[in-house]
């Protein structure tokens, strides 16, 4: 089995060590993204600003894998606040549209308080 290893760029890779997405048996793995301004590394304090940016690292991923978000059948959303998910679930729904994929919403402490939301996700190759 090949596997292929996917960078962002994120500081906190080569530090933790571990890489955004993994493809492998088919399948992409991608690892938990915040929402960071990929080109200055800026967070927006709104967490469906942050929603959003993490979406976009995550599509960038998957399209150098040869998917996109329509190939998603897994999804977990990490969150401090549970207040904080239902003003992202518009961005959501448009991200999924006709292809929602199994999803999770998960209270916990992420990284930096600064973070808002943690998104990981698993789509299959087409």
């Known amino acids: 089995m090949t596997i292929q290893r996917i960078s962002s760029g994120s500081a906190y890779e080569p530090k933790i060590g571990y890489c955004r997405a993994v493809v492998a048996g088919g399948f992409v793995h991608v690892s938990g993204t915040v929402g960071s301004d990929p080109a200055t590394g800026a967070v927006p304090p709104d967490v ?9 690292t995550i599509e960038r991923a998957l399209q150098q894998a040869g998917a996109g978000l329509a190939d998603a059948v897994r999804v977990r959303y990490i969150l401090p606040d549970a207040a904080d998910f239902e003003p992202c679930w518009p961005v959501l729904a448009q ?3 006709a292809n929602p994929p ?25």
């Open 102 to 126: 199994a999803a999770t919403m998960i209270v916990a402490g992420l990284i930096d308080p600064k973070y808002r939301i943690e998104i990981e996700l698993t789509a299959k190759l087409p």
């Open 48 to 56: 469906v600003d942050q929603c959003r940016l993490a979406l976009a």
């Open 95 to 97: 991200a999924f549209a």
